[in-house]
């Protein structure tokens, strides 16, 4: 069967709906040897085992037994709460103010103030600090504790008061609660002509945020889409994703899944097709990806190297070919299962069988298929994405780890000072309206407080360690003002795959000529490798 994404699809995380009286007086469990084995044994351990266990205990194990016997790594049982946590991760949705929070200097911190939400409405600032809600003291509060508390439905209200660095007396605002939705795609633009996009996670209103940045970055040279990190989400969005790049018409993936209540063959597999028109059909793509990209990434970036719409930069992604259903349980829990398998649009399964610890299981490359692209490259099958051009991500010196490993034994919180310091730093940019940059004499002393602090000099004064602590901080501060290019230009220092892309697009005007330029890069890595090893 064929379908248009113009309607809703099974998603990587579809919530089920709730199962009607008859439905479950259908599938109710049926009378058996194994069943009347499971009530006698339940109620003999409840009534007599020494420990006298609850019901609820006896009965979560046994889910968690079941769970177990799937051998299926990606199912598990959600409480309520964390159920509520995964519809806010996969939505992107909550009803709050709209503030990313976070423990700096023992005082929970703003980090981000989200636009037009209330929050910003209100005039909460990056860097105030949260002391009280709704009257309560808060100075010595969690992140966790304070976000529950200034969580609620939409339509109601509630205090939030502020320590503003520079001000003696305290804030305090009355704030409307609202949806609130955190976006998935942040973009700006690298070298003045390179668009840069980054999607995070595929959330839903993914392709919408997608959209809406390709609107402002279609006049672009190129265009990089950094899906490293990425764990997927939701198969309609990485679709209607893919649909933003595609020509209509064009098959966008493949899912097969078991008929409900059928046997394991009885199965039914359907294909989705495009329907927009490409969105910047003239525009050189380069797709960032990595060991963690994965899912509904992975459908994305499938989907436009299929059709050579895409040059993919970096690791081998993750490979998750399966989907999972996610159904409603009673009492606010869910419950998450694999129901189903997906292809690229060459029929590629980029599955990885992995064992339930989550490790690869062992495999012969060689046996995987190859299939052709129709601009004819030809293409690794099976066990995720296979960059175009292979680069290793940057690694940590030798001095830089034994930074980090002083200041772990020396308990000294290293990251949280970096927060701390470029938080204040981007504060004080913005309020003078300047860019994100970071002043040596403010840096120095900065390092100084932390030596004197605790933080051991010898790691401090290590070779390039300094450097490695402004490189960092540089980054920090641009993500905290939000300026992505000025973090992406700052983050090509040390990152050899974004520097690659950069340094590909800068050259190539077309597709084609990506795809030619990255063949001429490996071709010498290759000489290089052979004339190496001989």
Do not use: C
Request: charged fraction near 20%.
């Amino acid at each position: 069967m064929t379908r248009r994404i113009l309607i809703p699809v099974l998603a990587l995380a579809l919530v089920a709906p709730g199962l009607g009286a008859q439905q479950q007086q259908k599938n109710a469990l049926p009378t058996s040897d194994e069943a009347d084995v499971f009530s006698n044994a339940f109620r003999a351990i409840e009534r007599m085992h020494m420990d006298a266990p609850s019901d609820s205990s006896l009965l979560a194990g046994a889910i968690q037994g079941m769970i177990k016997s799937l051998n299926d790594p990606y199912a598990e049982v959600y409480t309520s709460n964390e159920a509520k946590a995964f519809d806010e991760e996969t939505t992107g949705n909550y009803s709050g103010i709209g503030l990313t929070i976070q423990l700096l200097n023992n005082r929970v911190t703003v980090t981000a103030v989200f636009r037009k939400a209330p929050a910003e409405d209100a005039g909460i600032q990056l860097g105030d600090q949260i002391v009280g809600v709704n009257g309560h003291d808060a100075s010595s509060w969690s992140t966790s504790t304070a976000a529950d508390s200034i969580k609620g439905p939409v339509g109601t209200s509630v205090q939030v008061t502020i320590q503003r660095p520079g001000y003696d007396e305290p804030f305090t605002f009355d704030i409307k609660r609202d949806s609130v939705h955190v976006p998935a795609v942040s973009q700006g633009v690298i070298d003045g002509n390179i668009g840069y996009v980054i999607l995070d996670r595929v959330a839903r209103n993914s392709a919408r945020e997608m959209n809406d940045a390709l609107d402002s970055l279609k006049s672009n040279h190129g265009l990089i889409i950094d899906l490293r990190g990425n764990p997927g989400g939701f198969l309609d969005e990485s679709l209607m994703l893919a649909d933003l790049f595609l020509k209509p018409g064009s098959t966008l993936a493949s899912t097969t899944q078991r008929i409900p209540g059928g046997t394991k063959n009885q199965v039914t597999t359907e294909s989705y097709q495009g329907r927009l028109p490409a969105r910047v059909p003239n525009l050189p793509v380069v797709i960032l990806v990595d060991r963690f990209t994965a899912s509904g990434a992975e459908i994305f970036a499938g989907a436009l190297q299929d059709y050579d719409r895409a040059l993919i930069l970096g690791e081998r992604s993750f490979g998750k070919g399966v989907m999972q259903t996610v159904m409603p349980l009673p009492h606010g829990q869910k419950l998450r299962f694999t129901t189903g398998t997906w292809q690229t649009p060459l029929g590629r399964s980029l599955h990885r069988p992995r064992g339930l610890d989550g490790q690869p299981l062992p495999e012969d490359l060689d046996t995987f298929p190859k299939v052709k692209t129709p601009g004819g490259r030809i293409l690794q099958g099976g066990g995720g994405v296979f960059p175009d051009l292979p680069i290793k991500a940057d690694t940590l010196t030798l001095a830089e780890r034994a930074l980090l490993k002083t200041a772990v034994e020396a308990q000294f919180p290293l990251s949280q000072r970096i927060s701390e310091f470029s938080v204040s730093v981007a504060k004080s940019l913005l309020a003078n309206g300047s860019k994100a940059a970071l002043d040596q004499d403010r840096f120095d002393q900065w390092v100084s407080e932390m030596e004197s602090d605790g933080l051991p000099s010898e790691a401090v004064e290590a070779p390039g360690v300094r450097e490695y602590l402004a490189w960092q901080v540089r980054m920090r501060i641009a993500q905290r003002m939000e300026e992505i290019g000025q973090e992406a230009e700052f983050r090509m220092e040390r990152d050899p795959v974004l520097t690659e892309a950069v340094k590909l697009l800068e050259s190539a005007k077309t597709q084609s000529q990506l795809f030619a330029e990255a063949n001429q890069v490996r071709n010498r890595e290759n000489v290089q490798a052979q004339n190496g090893a001989g």
